[in-house]
């Protein structure tokens, strides 16, 4: 806990005899990874309706997901069944057969599942339309894009004063901003869209006394000072002058706007803030010499430049500051807009569930009085990823009954504090709990990680996870094995980045170059592990509870990262590239970069070509693109002869646009017909696109161009198929969200695509493959094999983007990149409270892998800052062990004493540098076998081409091929009369006539 929380029980197996005996006790249980909370709160719930204590209807269940929700009910059909069966006692039989009948209709619910249902049981009460429907985050963000519209279309008559500094601000660049780059509008929606999620924190932010017009006369002043000082450089060539060019140029716009009479004090702000992002001016170099120019010198020049930077960037600070406090009130505006739109169509978001929900119990009696008594009592599950209000719900209906709710988390999981969760909640609830009699139990048996890896998580966690109230920093308990060892096999690697430094240059490791190795030699080292004759095996579970050695296989591996996405780049790609490169499947769980992948993007393409046959960029596209795969001697060749790329403008020669002259179509333009078929069926599927499903349209176009064939036999063909498919799946949620065109659709995916918003997995969990996804989609999830990757990822953040006072009703936050000032003055408080979430995050990452951790490390030094950093201090023996090593079991006789293959100038190992093999930790009780990357097969060549050419081989005479396509013509063409689903030009289906078909 986040304070040193009395434990009434000594002992693990105690408390776990607590959970199910002491029903009348109010228990919060700190469960360690794997101990098996869902278990035990599961024999809770069983004790529970078997003791009579309470029945099915009267219990709810509150998890963190609705999978989660599906699973705890599943499981606890499972249990009940189970106890049923075993029961010697009538009574408890006939009460937990009861419960079997009554279980759909029991409360296991999400929280916001579960307020929803309390709402729609006393909607008059909570002021709600009894019919209301809630919606989803994408018709959330729809639905308040129109508010917002509405809003600023009346606000741009008369702009208030943020409105009209935020629009003249530029925009972030994408490599500054981490890949995101908005136009000033865009900007402005998402910072309302963030002010109407957090609106029940209504306190305003602080807007203290700000001179901005003074600030901005004494910064031109200064500025024109400096131009005036650089304006006759000695040298054009020198540093300093090229350096501070944008000032000068600044100075120069400023001063022509000044000689016109002109005092712009919006954007003389947006140009000052600006020169802050200036590259040359920021990193101004100093040059040599001590003359600047005949009568300046160099110093006067630095002392300048260095007094207005400083003086600009404290300007920013400020300036940002007020404009945040300013655009909080102003957007009030556009929430409220929101709000009447979602009355008016009888609609809750997510939000508004826990609020109204809580308002409902809070200030309604009656109400609260009939539901404490309804439910008698509460079981919580992940509660540490909480926030105020749903805490707050549930101990008003908790009522402070002994043994009515009970809390079941892990504060050293808490990892969601970009949701918005309140980390500080579950110590606060905790402290109050046991003020009022409740205990707190320690589970710390664990079954998922064989002993080694407990042991090695343990070392490196017990100093770094100190219980900290300041940083909300839970306390370290020690995992306890449950499993048996495997001597036979080591259980921690340390995986050495094989060239960790530039080819040139001082020694001294390179993010860059450390990016460009890793990927490689995690994709070696999979394949190593994967190949039979190495004989790795991993321990799978079976239906009786016990354990079988299996080889290791692709599926049982995941590749955990903290970010998919970085400035913009999409992280996996060159570890997705590493593994395709050596033939091995793989599924990327619910990446950011899903629209970023190349089939993805030629669907998206073909969709804006069938919308708008106008685009010839797009349709260009969709014709060299991978499901018409036409050459550019055709495309060239076509465009020579007859101009533009047009679905509606098909030379006679390929047939007409209706296709009808194909059999004329003279010999000299036969060559060119896929080009002819390829843009009738897009002039098809045009004319259709509002008459049919989205769905439907992607489903016809993949089938006419035989898709569905042409990925799968791509290597990694399952994942390239499975995005496609996805593409069909995401119109159909877009439908049923309430999408009614084709065009908005495609809008949706562009707007998806610019945000990079992740997307759910797209494969099934029972697939084969290496499982590439974030720690935060792990979590609550458990892999044989875990590979930690995206070694120079930063722990945490360097600056704050958040302050949450719950008590006072505050959550200060960056909107559109600025900082409101409670922000900068809990500055430090919250960078510590974002590197401890940081050491959190390290500690979830680790305890995901049963039997195998791979961790990614440099043989020559510890990589500072990375965000699995905490792993290092049990990772590195000490630097006197550090040259001794003995070989490892099932490990190659590494011949190399060097874990680093290339070093700048040659250099050799040192006496830090680790040596290839074990290294055992006596003390600790534990190993680590640090890989040798010499003995990996790196430098793989990528893949091209498709897996299975043998299907697609010519191998048989050409008359049998004739006959056998002349089978398919005329199949295809029964098929076409049958269905009849060819439009007509007013796009109803025209009987009798020939679909065509490229």
């Known amino acids: ?153 009346d606000a741009l008559q008369q702009p208030p004063e943020g409105l009209r500094r935020g629009l003249r601000r530029t925009s972030v660049p994408a490599f500054q901003s981490g890949g995101q780059s908005d136009g000033p509008i865009d900007r402005l929606r998402r910072a309302g869209r963030t002010l109407a999620e957090s ?9 203290p006394p700000f001179d901005r017009a003074g600030e901005i006369d004494r910064l031109v002043a200064a500025l024109h000072h400096l131009a005036d000082l650089t304006a006759a450089a000695s040298s054009q060539r020198d540093n300093l002058f090229i350096d501070t060019d944008g000032a000068r140029r600044l100075s120069r716009q400023i001063r022509l706007e000044q000689s016109f009479g002109q005092r712009d004090l919006d954007a003389w702000e947006a140009r000052l803030v600006d020169l802050t992002r200036d590259r040359g001016f920021s990193r101004t170099r100093k040059g040599s010499g001590y003359k600047f120019s005949k009568d300046v010198t160099r110093t006067e020049v630095l002392s300048a430049r260095d007094a207005l930077f400083a003086d600009l960037q404290q300007f920013k600070r400020d300036a940002d500051a007020d404009l945040a406090a300013c655009l909080q009130q102003e957007l009030a505006g556009a929430t409220e807009r929101y709000q ?68 079941v988390g892990d504060p050293k999981q808490a990892i969601y504090r970009f949701r918005g969760t309140d980390v500080g909640a579950y110590s606060r609830v905790s402290r109050q709990l046991e003020r009022r009699g409740g205990r707190v139990l320690q589970l710390r048996k664990s079954y998922r990680s064989v002993p080694e890896i407990q042991r090695f998580v343990n070392a490196a966690f017990r100093e770094e996870m100190q219980a900290n109230e300041e940083t909300l ?86 590749i955990l990262f903290r970010r ?20 091995i499947p793989h599924l990327l769980v619910g990446g950011k970069a899903f629209h970023g992948r190349e089939e993805v993007e030629t669907v998206r393409a073909a969709l804006a070509a069938i919308e708008w046959p106008d685009d010839e960029l797009s349709v260009f596209a969709t014709l060299k693109g991978s499901l018409f795969a036409i050459d550019d001697e055709l495309l ?77 036999l791509r290597s990694a063909g399952e994942q390239a198929l499975a995005n496609v498919l996805h593409v069909a799946e995401l119109a159909r949620q877009y439908e049923a969200s309430g999408g009614i065109s084709f065009r908005g659709f495609i809008d949706e995916l562009r707007d998806a695509a610019s945000a990079e918003a992740a997307e759910a997995p797209i494969l099934e969990e029972g697939s084969d493959g290496v499982r590439l996804m974030t720690v935060h989609k792990a979590k609550g999830l458990e892999f044989p094999v875990v590979i930690l990757a995206d070694l120079t990822c930063r722990m945490s953040r360097n600056d704050a983007s958040r302050y949450l006072d719950a008590d006072r009703g505050l959550c200060a936050m960056k909107i559109g990149g600025w900082a409101p000032h409670e922000v900068h003055q809990h500055e430090a408080e919250e960078m510590l409270r974002d590197e401890a979430e940081g050491v959190r995050l390290a500690y979830v990452a680790a305890t995901r892998a049963r039997d195998l951790l791979v961790v990614p490390a440099l043989g020559d030094e510890a990589w500072d800052g990375g965000w699995f950093g905490p792993l290092n201090r049990a990772l590195y023996p000490p630097i006197d062990a550090r040259r001794r090593a003995t070989r490892g079991p099932k490990c190659p006789a590494f011949t190399s004493k060097d874990t680093v293959l290339q070093r700048p100038n040659d250099e050799t190992a040192g006496r830090a540098t680790m040596t290839p093999g074990e290294h055992v930790l006596a003390d600790a009780g534990y190993s680590v076998v640090w890989w040798d990357p010499g003995a990996l097969a790196l430098g793989v060549e990528p893949r091209f081409g498709v897996r299975r050419d043998d299907l697609i081989v010519k191998d048989v005479a050409r008359n049998v ?33 020939r679909r065509p078909c490229p």
């Open 199 to 207: 609106r029940d924190f209504p306190a305003p932010w602080q807007r």
């Open 340 to 407: 009447t739109l979602k009355r008016a169509a009888g609609a809750l978001d997510f939000t508004d569930l826990l609020a109204k929900a809580r308002d409902l119990i809070k200030a309604n009696a009656d109400v609260r009085t009939h539901l404490q008594a309804k439910f008698s009592r509460i079981f919580v599950d992940e509660f540490q990823d909480t926030d105020s209000i749903q805490a707050e719900i549930l101990l008003l209906l908790a009522n402070d009954v002994p043994g009515k709710l009970f809390i």
């Open 1 to 153: 806990m986040m304070t040193a929380l009395t434990e009434s029980l000594p002992t693990d197996a105690d408390a776990r005899r607590a959970i199910t005996d002491d029903l009348d006790d109010t228990l919060v249980v700190e469960a360690a990874a794997g101990t098996g909370k869902t278990t035990e709160l599961i024999n809770r719930i069983l004790s529970v309706l078997a003791s009579g204590r309470a029945t099915m209807t009267e219990i709810v269940a509150v998890t963190f997901t609705e999978k989660a929700a599906g699973e705890l009910k599943l499981r606890l059909r499972e249990e009940l069944e189970r106890a049923r069966g075993s029961t010697e006692k009538p009574e408890v039989g006939a009460r937990l057969e009861e419960a079997l009948k009554k279980l759909e209709d029991a409360h296991v619910n999400t929280i916001h599942g579960f307020c929803a249902e309390l709402l729609r049981e006393r909607p008059v009460e909570a002021c709600v339309d009894p019919l209301f429907v809630v919606l989803t985050e994408a018709q959330a963000d729809r639905l308040y894009g129109r508010a917002f519209r509405a809003w600023l279309q």
């Open 564 to 583: 998919f996405v970085s400035f913009g780049d999409d992280v996996t790609r060159p570890y997705v590239d590493a593994i395709e490169a050596r033939g």
């Open 961 to 993: 091929v004739a006959e056998g396509r002349g089978r398919y013509d005329r199949w295809q063409l029964a098929a076409c009369l049958l269905l009849s689903w060819r439009p007509s030009a007013n796009g109803r289906g025209a009987i009798g006539r």
């Open 473 to 558: 920093q839970a306390g370290y308990v020690d995992l306890a094995p449950y499993r048996p060892s495997y001597p036979s096999q080591p259980a921690v690697v340390a995986l050495p980045v094989p060239k960790p430094y530039a080819r040139y240059g001082p020694l001294k490791a390179s993010g860059k170059a450390i990016d460009g190795s890793l990927p490689d030699a995690i994709g070696a080292f999979i394949a190593w592990l994967i190949d039979e004759k190495n004989g790795w095996q991993i321990a799978e579970r079976v239906a009786d509870g016990s354990e079988r050695r299996v080889p290791l296989q692709p599926r049982h591996i995941a």
């Open 636 to 712: 060239l060749e076509f465009r020579h002869r007859f101009g533009a790329f047009h679905p509606f403008r098909i030379p006679n020669a390929l047939g007409g646009n209706s296709g009808e002259e194909l059999a004329l179509t003279s010999e000299p333009t036969a060559h060119l017909m896929p080009i002819g078929g390829a843009l009738r069926l897009l002039q098809v599927l045009h004319r259709g696109r509002n008459y049919r499903p989205v769905a439907d349209t992607i489903g016809r176009l993949l089938t006419e161009t035989r898709a569905h064939v042409g990925f799968i």
